[in-house]
């Protein structure tokens, strides 16, 4: 049987944890269950009347579900939160926690393809079934639509050409593995960076599979709307569109635009930030390489 740790190694467990602010009795929801590492340690801080709802859209999370009364998985994403927590009669909660980005399971299940390591079918969703995979995207969008998710999603400037080069190679076959997608884009990826910017364009696709920056902003922006006051938010980021929206979130209540200010002048905002961004430290990326870029942000509802 696989074991969480197997599954998903929790990035910043402890520090993610205690930025909830714990109360025993309280109502928390982790929207990132994965392999259950945050969620077991959430509810080791709850005493018998807390309550822990988790998220997780990705079947193979089913397999690490937690055997206790006061702990319920919904099969969804996390986009659907404030739906499926009224539909379990909760309207508020004492804290929310994500872990964004992909799991160590589904980086190193070769079939899923979310890995530049493994040959594999593109498939890069994480509900295995929604219709649109890497494949639809690679194969299907237009031209520009490919440069805008290069440019936008992956930070590519060449995105342009990687979008030619993609559209003239699927008109004599369709592209229908990561490793037919290397070699078409191959003299873009130099070997002494070639690693770089795999993970940049798989990290493009990868968004735009999962619509994951739309996820992002309907998630936030409902947080607003379950969190009590004094309720905490603590999420992870693992790369700079997120950790921008999350950061934006914090500060003023929404992602472009200033909040309306007081008749004192002062910005009106839902957010405050609690404490400082946190990363890893050395040793835990030593320990757990995907840590390297996660990035901890902290807020309470006021």
């Given at each position: 049987?696989?074991?969480?740790?197997?599954?998903?190694?929790?990035?910043l467990?402890k520090?993610?944890?205690?930025g909830?602010?714990?109360?025993p009795?309280?109502?928390?929801?982790?929207?990132t269950f994965?392999?259950?590492?945050?969620?077991?340690?959430?509810?080791s801080?709850?005493?018998?009347?807390?309550?822990?709802?988790?998220?997780?859209?990705?079947?193979?999370?089913?397999?690490?579900?937690?055997?206790?009364?006061r702990?319920?998985?919904?099969?969804?994403?996390f986009r659907?939160?404030?739906r499926?927590?009224?539909?379990?009669g909760?309207?508020?909660?004492?804290?929310?926690?994500?872990?964004?980005?992909?799991?160590?399971h589904?980086?190193?299940?070769?079939e899923?393809?979310?890995?530049?390591?493994?040959?594999?079918?593109l498939?890069?969703?994480?509900?295995?079934?929604?219709a649109?995979?890497?494949?639809?995207?690679?194969?299907e969008y237009?031209?520009?639509?490919l440069?805008k998710?290069?440019?936008?999603?992956?930070?590519l400037?060449?995105?342009?050409?990687l979008?030619?080069?993609?559209?003239?190679?699927?008109?004599?076959?369709s592209?229908?593995?990561?490793?037919?997608?290397?070699q078409?884009?191959?003299?873009?990826l130099p070997?002494?960076?070639?690693?770089?910017?795999?993970?940049?364009?798989?990290?493009?696709?990868r968004?735009?599979?999962?619509?994951?920056?739309?996820?992002?902003?309907?998630?936030?922006?409902?947080?607003?709307?379950v969190?009590?006051?004094?309720?905490?938010?603590?999420?992870?980021?693992?790369?700079s569109?997120?950790?921008?929206?999350?950061?934006?979130f914090?500060?003023?209540?929404?992602?472009?635009g200033?909040?309306?200010r007081?008749m004192?002048?002062?910005?009106?905002?839902?957010?405050?930030?609690?404490?400082?961004?946190?990363?890893?430290?050395?040793?835990?990326?030593?320990v757990?390489?995907?840590a390297?870029?996660?990035?901890?942000r902290?807020?309470?509802?006021?």
């Amino acid at each position: 049987m696989m074991t969480t740790m197997e599954y998903h190694n929790p990035v910043l467990l402890k520090e993610t944890v205690d930025g909830l602010d714990i109360k025993p009795d309280g109502v928390y929801v982790d929207v990132t269950f994965g392999g259950g590492g945050h969620s077991r340690e959430i509810m080791s801080r709850l005493g018998p009347n807390g309550k822990l709802f988790a998220f997780d859209q990705d079947e193979d999370a089913q397999a690490n579900v937690i055997q206790d009364d006061r702990f319920t998985l919904i099969p969804e994403n996390f986009r659907f939160l404030k739906r499926y927590l009224r539909f379990y009669g909760i309207k508020e909660v004492d804290g929310v926690l994500g872990d964004f980005g992909v799991s160590s399971h589904q980086f190193d299940v070769a079939e899923r393809g979310f890995s530049t390591r493994f040959d594999a079918g593109l498939d890069m969703r994480m509900n295995q079934k929604s219709a649109v995979s890497a494949y639809n995207v690679v194969n299907e969008y237009e031209e520009q639509q490919l440069k805008k998710m290069f440019f936008e999603y992956g930070e590519l400037k060449n995105a342009g050409a990687l979008a030619n080069t993609i559209v003239n190679a699927r008109r004599d076959n369709s592209i229908k593995s990561t490793e037919q997608l290397k070699q078409v884009l191959s003299r873009f990826l130099p070997a002494h960076k070639s690693n770089k910017i795999l993970a940049q364009i798989y990290q493009a696709i990868r968004i735009e599979v999962n619509q994951e920056i739309d996820v992002l902003k309907e998630f936030l922006e409902q947080t607003l709307e379950v969190l009590k006051p004094g309720g905490r938010l603590s999420v992870i980021s693992y790369h700079s569109l997120e950790d921008r929206l999350v950061k934006r979130f914090i500060r003023n209540g929404m992602f472009e635009g200033e909040p309306e200010r007081d008749m004192f002048g002062n910005f009106e905002v839902p957010l405050k930030a609690v404490g400082k961004l946190i990363v890893p430290t050395e040793e835990e990326i030593e320990v757990n390489n995907r840590a390297r870029s996660a990035k901890l942000r902290i807020a309470e509802k006021l």
